[in-house]
């Protein structure tokens, strides 16, 4: 579609989670194009970004990659479809076939985050972006999600005296699972979000051809 309109032909879960956060929010952002951030998503995704290349270009860096060990398989992009809704993210990393076997696992999913109040293991335990990843995965693999391990590794942060982050060197790393009742669970707010954006952007067009996400 031309013009102001920024139309995405699948839901990620920034989409989602920026949709049931706030309609408004997503309108701006995914439909208008504006660009937000601040400096804890800057900084997470520096981090991100060079626990993906390998590469520390300042100390912050450094200090990731040296408690962040690398995985053979890193932003791994999934593209799927559940509940009639088309999906895509990027899994940070993944481990598989014989890196699991003391897991009892047939695959392991890892996602990184920094945090400055960090992480417990009930936030991990009921984390729907978790979920959401766990339940792509094991869709384009055609496995149950009871066979995949998930693990959370986050880097904690501080500010120092002007407000810039730094990592404290701190990693906490937490595994936990998801079952099908958890997938049964979020499938329908998934596709109560995707029907909202379609009758947004129906909404917003206007008159002009009406675009349904079904």
Do not use: C
Not at 6 to 21: C, E, G, P, R, V
Not at 57 to 63: G, N, P, S
Not at 151 to 174: C, P, V
Not at 198 to 213: C, T
């Amino acid at each position: 579609m031309k013009g102001q309109y920024h139309i995405k032909d699948y839901l990620s879960y920034s989409q989602f989670a920026t949709f049931m956060q706030s309609p408004e929010a997503y309108r701006k952002i995914y439909i208008f194009g504006y660009k937000f951030s601040n400096k804890y998503t800057d900084f997470g995704s520096k981090i991100h970004k060079a626990l993906e290349t390998r590469k520390a270009a300042d100390r912050d860096e450094k200090i990731a990659l040296d408690l962040i060990s690398k995985v053979k398989a890193r932003e791994v992009e999934i593209t799927t479809k559940i509940g009639g809704v088309p999906l895509f993210g990027k899994i940070d990393g993944v481990k598989e076939g014989q890196q699991m076997l003391a897991e009892k696992k047939d695959y392991e999913i890892i996602e990184y985050k920094t945090s400055k109040n960090g992480w417990t293991q009930k936030m991990v335990d009921t984390s729907d972006q978790l979920t959401f990843y766990a339940m792509m995965f094991a869709a384009s693999k055609k496995i149950p999600i009871e066979d995949i391990l998930i693990r959370l590794r986050a880097l904690r942060t501080f500010e120092d005296i002007d407000g810039t982050l730094h990592l404290t060197g701190e990693k906490q790393s937490f595994k936990t699972a998801r079952t099908q009742a958890d997938v049964d669970k979020l499938v329908p707010k998934i596709q109560k979000a995707w029907r909202g954006i379609g009758e947004m952007l129906n909404e917003d067009l206007n008159g002009k051809p009406k675009v349904e996400n079904k």
